[in-house]
């Protein structure tokens, strides 16, 4: 099975940029479609992108389009979120999710394994 490791969360101002990584291993990362969810302290999970297994397809949640990239590079076995503009409001914990379906989706109960998540906090 593949295992997921995010990195790159941290402490940025309102207004600043991160780069998310997700590490995958075990598998080939081109066998998933991939996605990227959060959970804020007291909040339900929320769904924030996710990508096809080419990349041909991303589909993002409503608060973060515009703002929000998803991206994949399969020889390297690792998926991206770029995150610009930041809000006080996308602070929470960021993971990210494999599906070995083939349709990309965004209902977390779709994903089958998850990365342990990384923090982001944005100050205002």
């Known amino acids: 099975q593949v295992q997921l490791v995010e990195s790159g969360g941290g402490l940025v101002q309102a207004g600043g940029s991160l780069l998310l990584s997700c590490a995958a291993s075990?598998?080939?990362?081109?066998?998933?479609?991939m996605g990227w969810f959060r959970q804020a302290p007291g909040k339900e999970r929320e769904f924030v992108a996710a990508i096809s297994r080419s990349g041909g397809r991303r589909l993002y949640g409503d608060s973060v389009k515009g703002r929000f990239t998803i991206s994949r590079d399969n020889d390297k076995n690792t998926v991206y979120l770029q995150m610009n503009m930041l809000k006080p409001e996308d602070t929470a914990v960021y993971y990210c999710?494999?599906?070995?379906?083939?349709?990309?989706?965004?209902?977390?109960?779709?994903?089958?394994?998850w990365g342990q998540g990384t923090q982001v906090t944005v100050s205002s």
């Open positions: 075990g598998r080939a990362l081109s066998d998933y479609v």
């Open positions: 999710a494999s599906d070995s379906g083939t349709s990309t989706r965004v209902d977390g109960e779709s994903y089958d394994h």
